[in-house]
């Protein structure tokens, strides 16, 4: 039931960091020795905050953290290649994405610490909030898309999901609606190669990639391991989406090399041995290996990158454990954007309970 | 003032707010050319064109999560299903997604759809096309459900419906959609509020709660209890979420007696809210526990027997008769 | 936005009638004369079935009735090829299939009379009874291949579905699993070019039979108003099923010739000329030609075809208008399989209040 | 008898029901080599196989319409919904199919599917994970909906879940899994149906009614209260539709009182039901309306303030004190 794996694929950088090169090298003429260090230094400091996240709930500062450990390159790589005013509805993994949109950091924790349903504003950086419904997002990117040809405008949005999303009805409606309506919408799919326990064989019979087409959308393959290839992949896509081209389908294969959550213990579903072959692939390994071919991979460059990385996590750290508490009544705010009798009945009813509670409380503190 | 029927109306409606506003769009099944199967939007593609009025692909979780998708970039989408029991494939979207954005996104994302559903039997139709799925909505914190049983409620309360920055389901009582009545187009639609009831018939001896279809069944009702010596209080909801407690309750107060009607199933149904909200808010004035005149907890029968399962006068008046503690079907049972 | 329809299909039967040859001749060495003979009867059969429905729902014997006009091939051909133990989840519109299965004629007037809302015992045809929500019935098709597999048995289960239907979540969602599971299904797609008001190409950019490879499913398109052609497709699905080989995806390209249902005024939404072009490919009167050339064609075999047609008419309408009205307390029955003391108590008292409305009546009798 | 947890009970449960029946089979997501990602069918795949303990791919519509097709060839599956949340892209299938097709083929098709939902929150969860969607499933005629409380009722239930030939959805109060209790394996199914309300504590002055995760929270209610010298008779409903309303009927002559609690949001929630089918069967008993104490019209809440949204001991007493005429937080308006 496994898709084949060994197919052909846009890689641009083998897992030895060798640059190879084909069609696909003319999306990427302008990268220059600055844009490779600082593609590198982005999967880096998304490494470091994926691990201090994990650290952070180890210790009990988060509630729970999906790590994107493995996947740096799939994440950076098409979300550099977006502009200000494209729209990415994401999944829950894409803090890389996230980063690159220029996220907040403390933002960026405040969904797995329980003290909201979401950590940011989404027009502020043009980035919906973390999609749990896994696959619902996909349609949103559509309508996005939809409202962009209504406006006339020239704005892409991307949607991304997982291998295992692939298998709901939204996601392969949205592929209806995209296409019918020619929408100027990129499905990046993640294929981390799990579902929680569930390998990627359960969810497609054919590689991922081929489902496209069937709708009536390109689909690409990529290295996801590559930084590069999908810089390359998804520029062609959004030039495709800007130019009335519709929609656009990529696959990056990458592998999701930590627990599907911190909840999660993958030993019970899967091989170390996998894990060993995918660490040869690593994303940022094979970048630095470039570099270092390039001679750019210096302790100056090193140590610059490492800093930045440390005072990224030690930011996202401080934000977190610093964060403000709800307010109770909180739990009451944004439910309807004007009053609502049923609700407004009940907030004050619990407020009046609190008071009591107060009450009892102080006259207990009184009586002892 | 002009006469139209329940149908125009909202078309008339749709159309006001789509001169208004070049944000509000419309999509559903069938909804262009066809003008739907209603004919409820008749007219309108070929006026505002296929961008403003859009055919969308069979699939109502699509429909629906690319109505989110483009109220992410400022639109307000009218969403058609085309029947009531055609929204189940979009509940997950509703659920989850309409009425739960502004709360996620702390108020930053406002999801201002107004969800069209033809809904309730009594046309008889086979299976799916007869339903009065409104107790799943008004169970769902987020959203706001409304119910419209004349052409000039129809007309104003679209129109409140997409001015919502909220998500509204709007439920139109499919078997009324020939019934003709006056309509002001001119109504200042600010002056009330889309969330308030409406006394229909004044009365003093019983509250009859109601809304959508079985309202002019209710007034019929309210008119031959009167003929029996019985004064009844006809209200109509038309909110469904939140339901304007303060009116039914007032009128509870007055007449100590409380009827509700409705098309969906007994358990679990609105009335059982209503019964449990007015015994609250009026236990000392109650002369007898509320009465619920529903559907029964069975699918949507087969249209030969479909006036079995609707609630019809008789059905009202035999509940008015149990409140008000006559002679009724249950009295061998009461005692 | 419309699907090219000049691609290669499969056709043995060209419109005129002329046989032509290839590969799918060997799904078909077996159809003799008689057997060409009794296709054409139930085709003519299942149209005058049609026609005559249509006249009771105009008389006001049905309340609605959705008529296959045009589709006699895709269905005769396709159901044709089954077996008994095969089993069959269908639309609403396969009143051809239901032919071929062995209904009773009464029981297909059932639910569009308003006396029932299923014609038939599904067991008793190995036929479910017709599916109005779109596309919902394909999942069903998948897990009783499932149970097939499960029970190590050779049968098959056949879906039939049009062309809007394809949009829906859960038609892809049955693809991902037939595939996942190599379940022994048949997608028998009948893209009649309609859904309602919306043609083809609204829900599908490119043609429909593309879509299923994407799932890893073969995929055929067929010359649906070939009926010959029709059944070789099937039975070459059949034999894959049987053999292991999991599901296949069947388009059959056809066209409704009539309104979507009694309800439907098609004039306000397509082209006459349209209908024109299909009708130059009618079904029944390729195979008319074919007989023709053949010498079958013969004013016995005519009249036997039509008074055939008749009887099965004049059976069906004697059927409908004397069905027995359906008990009031029916109303009440089958909603479960064991006492509910909920549904139980508004029974008994529903019972009670006829019982008082019949007293009133009575009552009222009694003063008259 | 052994002593097990909730979550083990259940596991104990479907082991013994698929020994018991070749038919029975389990179907969902990662339920397989992970056992569920709350191990509730830890082993089963590795001892029944992967064609009785299938994996399913992540589509839940999928899982419940294929379900659906097998139980056409005459098996009996078992749905595992990962978490509540997730059960609304199924809804159609559910509301359209599974209570509908026995109704619709005038009882030729049997749908005995088990549908097993952990539900609830208090685990300090992301969104979608912690919601209590019981009341859409209560309102749908042709299901059948239970709910557990107990490790020795989440064994037997679970059994009789799969022997009915009813659709049935099971709800698990998941932030219950991990409590051990002592359960008796040789028990007799068909000894107490599972339709029946249970008596947990008898008392005297006020009917407590509950179900699933509050159930414990309820029983240390009554102790409280009985320190405060208030009797609380705690019935865990087990069944949620039907409700055996018999028992909590007797109950409610007996008290006079009834306070009803859930997690679910009050308005539409079962608490309506009840208080209203209470109110028509007691009306001449009760002292006080009945008193409803539940979650808040809200989306379920981030987890930091979860707990001011589930109902908890301090706030069940609340109500306790309401229907007493004790003071109570709204003391103050009830003058
Ligand atoms: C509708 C729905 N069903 C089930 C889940 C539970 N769930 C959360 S993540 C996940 C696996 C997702 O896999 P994939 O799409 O490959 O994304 P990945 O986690 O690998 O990034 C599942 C089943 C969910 N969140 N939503
Ligand atoms: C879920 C759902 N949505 C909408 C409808 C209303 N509806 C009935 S038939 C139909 C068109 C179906 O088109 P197609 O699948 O091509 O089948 P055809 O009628 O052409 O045979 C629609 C929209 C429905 N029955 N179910
Ligand atoms: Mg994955
Ligand atoms: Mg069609």
Known sequence: MSPAQDEDFVQLLTPSGARTSGEYDRWVEDVDDNVLMSLYEDMVVVRRIDAEATALQRQGELALWPPLLGQEASQIGSARALRTDDFVFSSYREHGVAYCRGVDLTDMTRVWRGNASSGWDPFEINMATPQVIIGAQTLHAVGYGMAIINDGDDAAAITYFGDGATSQGDVNEA??????????????????????????????????????????IPSVRVDGNDVLATLAVTREALERARTGGGPTYIEALTYRMGPHTTADDPTKYRDANELEDWA???????????LEERGLFTEDFKASVKAKADDVAREMRAGCVNMAEPETMDVFKNVYSSPNSWLDRQQDHYA???????DTAADAEGTK | MSSMTFGRAINAGLRKAMENDPKVVLMGEDIGKLGGVFRITDGLQK??????VMDSPLAEAGIMGTAIGMAYRGYRPVVEIQFDGFIYPAFDQIVCQVAKLHYRTQGKVKVPLTIRVPFGGG????????????????????LRVVSVSNPQDAYTVIQQAIASDDP?????PKRRYHVKGEVNEDIDLGAESMGSARVVTEGSDVTLVTYGPLVPTARDAAVAASDDGVSVEVIDLRSLAPIDFATVEASVRK??????THEAAQSGGLGAEIAASITERCFYYLEHAPVRITGFDIPYPYSKLEFHHLPDLDRILDGVDRVMGRTNSLSSLEG
Chains 1, 3 share one sequence.
């Open chain 2, 123 to 142: 046309i008889g139709s086979p299976e799916h096309h007869s339903e009065s799925p409104e107790a799943y909505f008004t169970h769902t914190s987020g």
């Open chain 1, 352 to 358: 009046r309970y609190l008071a009591t509670i107060d």
């Open chain 1, 175 to 216: 592929m209806v609606f995209a296409a019918s309506y020619q929408a100027p919408v990129i499905f990046f799919c993640q294929n981390n190669q799990w579902a929680i326990s569930e390998p990627v064989g359960l969810q497609a019979h054919v590689p991922i990639a081929r489902r496209a087409p069937g709708f009536g």
């Open chain 2, 255 to 260: 007449t100590g007696r409380l009827v509700i």
């Open chain 1, 280 to 290: 040869a692939k690593d994303p940022i390994a094979r970048l630095a290996a470039y």
């Open chain 2, 47 to 52: 006026d505002f064109g296929e961008h403003r």
């Open chain 2, 168 to 172: 509204v389901l709007y439920f139109e």
